[in-house]
């Protein structure tokens, strides 16, 4: 619909729709009568707008780089997101679905959906009831066979800092049967005895942790395929974090 304005923030290059100037998209006057291009924004002017809509969309259907990010943006503040899959079909996710929404196979699914939560995400939700519950059943299946769970970082003070409170006030309370992974180059010898720069042999210092070191991507994507939570126990501010996304 005509009066559902899409915006576009950031760097993304497409001459047609947003004529913007410069390496950085300097001023970025639209092309499209429904787009706002606003070029790249400072971190406080993009939460502000991430604040001021509904839905998030992420219409990549190569590799599906962007999916990591707007996943995450979708979290961060709590609104929908409509993404595309590495084979071209459609996805809507909601806050109170574990992975996933309805799978289309139309580009008219992607439409009708966003329009449809522009308009009533309400009643939005309601027609993707049953979609959610079968997504649902799908993601516990799964969930059981899982076990753990799992920090993985690099060592810096953020990271060390947030382990360690973690193993002084919180571990003494976890049940014994659940054991904590960890994973990277996170420094807390109290937890975990590493021998070199990259971890690369580690000796539990206590029986409910499991201790990694480095992984490769393979071993940390099978790694955090099996275990049921990520925890990011970290206190001070550090940017963006990696775990969280990629969990």
């Not at 009066?3 to 950031?10: E, F, T, V």
């Not at 516990?140 to 690099?154: A, C, K, P, T, V």
């Not at 003070?157 to 049940?175: I, M, Q, T």
């Not at 000796?203 to 990694?212: D, E, K, L």
Request: hydrophobic residues 35%; neutral net charge; aromatic residues 8%.
């Amino acid at each position: 619909k005509t009066s559902h304005k899409l915006h576009i923030a950031g760097t993304v290059n497409v001459p047609d729709i947003c004529q913007c100037t410069g390496v950085s998209n300097g001023p970025c006057p639209s092309m499209v009568p429904n787009i706002v291009c606003h070029g790249p924004l400072p971190q406080n002017e993009l939460e502000e707008l991430l604040q001021s809509v509904l839905v998030v969309i992420n219409p990549v259907s190569e590799g599906n780089v962007g999916l990591l990010r707007s996943s995450y943006t979708s979290l961060e503040f709590g609104i929908p997101l409509i993404t595309t899959e590495k084979d071209g079909t459609f996805t809507n996710l909601s806050m109170d679905t574990f992975s996933g929404g309805k799978v289309c196979k139309q580009v008219t699914c992607f439409q009708q959906n966003l329009d449809l939560l522009l308009d009533d995400p309400l009643k939005w939700s309601e027609a993707s009831k049953a979609a959610h519950i079968f997504s649902q059943k799908h993601f516990l299946n799964e969930f059981d066979r899982r076990s753990g769970y799992i920090f993985f970082g690099y060592n810096n003070f953020a990271n060390n800092a947030g382990v360690s409170w973690f193993f002084r006030e919180v571990l003494p309370h976890v049940k014994k049967t659940h054991k904590l992974h960890l994973v990277g180059t996170v420094h807390v010898p109290t937890a975990c005895r590493c021998e070199g720069f990259h971890n690369n042999h580690c000796v539990s210092q206590h029986p409910n942790i499991v201790c990694h070191g480095t992984l490769s991507d393979e071993q940390l994507e099978n790694l955090i395929t099996s275990v049921r939570v990520a925890i990011n126990p970290v206190l001070e501010p550090s940017g963006v974090a990696t775990k969280t996304c990629r969990s």
